[in-house]
């Protein structure tokens, strides 16, 4: 019976050793809107807290609250609680019922945008502009069309074989524009724009990254037999993975979306 059961969504162990890419692109995010010393920051889907702690050492005067749906990833969060930093159990649209309406300066989100189903990210765009004070920012990053490109081609193949559901799209910049500005954002000129990036990986942290991560988009609702030969035949087509370059580097699209509250 245990063989069988349905797996785990996330691994927070794994998740936190294998998340040196986006670690990589911190001072990139950062460059866009970096949070004043006196901010009150939310950090959505804070994953296993190592950009909240950096966040929470920006704002010495202020204060961050790390929110996140999944316990195994607050286990390795909480680790850095205490002072101005605090971890909160929630589902990231639903941020409008653990947080004060109003009282928020910064709503700040990575790589999460594309784990939701779209039909949730209006419901999460309303919840942000609650909380967030007249004034007060949305910057939020995550895939786009285009993003790891031949991991995603691995995936569609591996999902076909085992008659899975394809990797769902990743998100449109023109979308995600249009659900801010619905929601009630201002959004300026390029507010929402994709970037692709060349992003550095062994073959190690290349593997650790599908295991950790991009092999979950098939294996996450399946019986644990089925995910394990999913990840076994992920990691033995790795050489497709391969830049024309020979290297395991892979080039990620980011979708950088930046807006205020009027």
């Known amino acids: 019976m245990e063989a069988h059961a349905p797996r785990a969504r996330w691994r927070g162990d794994q998740y936190a050793a294998a998340s040196g890419h986006h670690r990589a692109a911190d001072a990139w995010f950062l460059e866009r809107h970096r949070p004043a010393r006196t901010d009150v920051v939310v950090d959505l889907g804070c994953g296993t807290g190592e950009f909240t702690a950096e966040l929470a050492s920006l704002v010495p005067d202020g204060r961050v609250v790390g929110v996140d749906s999944d316990p195994s990833m607050l286990d390795r969060a ?41 039909g949730s990210r209006p419901r999460l765009f309303a919840a942000v502009l609650h909380v967030l004070r007249p004034g007060g920012v949305l910057h939020a990053e995550g895939a786009s069309v285009g993003n790891i490109h031949t991991i995603n081609a691995l995936l569609t193949d591996l999902a076909r074989r085992h008659h899975l559901p394809p990797p769902p799209p990743f998100p449109d910049p023109a979308e995600i524009f249009e659900e801010v500005e619905k929601a009630g954002f201002d959004v300026p000129a390029g507010g929402v724009h994709a970037v692709a990036q060349r992003r550095a990986f062994t073959v190690e942290q290349l593997a650790a990254l599908l295991r950790s991560q991009a092999i979950l988009v098939l294996t996450r609702h399946v019986a644990a037999d089925v995910a394990a030969t999913i990840e076994h035949e992920a990691l033995a087509g790795m050489d497709r993975l391969r830049r024309h370059d020979g290297s395991y580097d892979q080039t990620f699209v980011r979708l950088d979306v930046l807006a205020r509250k009027p």
């Open 78 to 118: 909480h680790r850095y609680a205490g002072g101005n930093l605090t971890f909160v159990q929630a589902a990231a649209e639903e941020v409008d019922e653990v947080v004060d309406a109003g009282s928020v300066d910064v709503v700040v989100s990575r790589a999460m945008l594309h784990w939701l189903p779209p």
